[in-house]
């Protein structure tokens, strides 16, 4: 004769709580006991490296690769050179700054003969020789919310004291940007950029630890016009 079913459930249910919990896959620590940090996990991999070297013979795959504990230690003092500054406009998107003592008025000589435009430096006792190839304009330095540093050129006025709006428009945004940040975005509609501020509190990044003469010379390495024998000058003038 068989039991009920209920009295086989009541046995299966009795076996059961007999059984030995299952283990957790994440061993809690004994009382008092504190969990590793990541310090000493490292400290444990590196002896556990090390005792591997001694049983081999020799480093490991691992342990040459592994970087030592204090590497963080070891990178400081090491600084990034600069070794490009661009010359442009600052992108529609950027937020950006500039800086009052980070100007410099000069001629510049737009060269568009590559299919791009390239901004040279040109010595102020060659302008009459050149005419109206070189323009004067100034040098702004400035930097954007990435912390990506650049110069802006901005054309100055002509011998009749006026500028498009595209120009006026830039340079408008050149004198706000000294004291908080601004986005520009062309306007073809309007002839002229258009000009956002932000309420928010964005951070400015710290500028670069070069001075403004450091980084004039990066921006136009290899770009400075000191003569008509110059390549840009007399490819212009049709001699080559």
């Not at 969990?35 to 342990?63: C, E, F, Q, W, Y």
């Amino acid at each position: 004769m068989t039991a009920p079913k209920e009295k086989k459930d009541e046995a299966k249910m009795t076996s059961d709580s007999q059984k030995p919990a299952e283990a957790s896959t994440a061993a809690e620590p004994p009382p008092g006991a504190t969990r590793p940090t990541a310090i000493d996990l490292t400290k444990a991999n590196d002896a556990h490296l090390i005792a591997m070297d001694a049983s081999t013979g020799g480093p490991s795959v691992l342990s040459k690769f592994t970087l030592p504990v204090d590497y963080a230690e070891e990178n400081q003092g090491v600084k990034r050179k600069l070794v490009r500054v661009p010359v442009r406009r600052p992108h529609r998107t950027w937020w950006w700054w500039t800086r009052l003592d980070y100007m410099l008025r000069a001629a510049i000589l737009a060269d568009e003969s590559g299919g791009q435009t390239e901004i040279y430096l040109v010595t102020p006792d060659l302008m009459p020789e050149l005419g109206s190839d070189v323009v004067p304009a100034t040098l702004h330095g400035a930097i954007n919310r990435q912390g990506t540093f650049f110069v802006i050129t901005a054309r100055l006025p002509g011998a009749d004291g006026r500028l498009d709006g595209w120009t006026e428009s830039l340079r408008e945004a050149l004198v706000i940007a000294q004291s908080q940040p601004v986005r520009t975005a062309s306007n073809r509609d309007l002839g002229a950029y258009d000009i956002f501020t932000t309420p928010s509190q964005i951070e400015m990044p710290a500028w670069p630890e070069e001075s403004w003469e450091q980084l004039i010379t990066v921006a136009f390495k290899d770009k400075v016009i000191e003569s008509v024998d110059h390549p840009v000058v007399r490819r212009l003038r049709g001699e080559v």
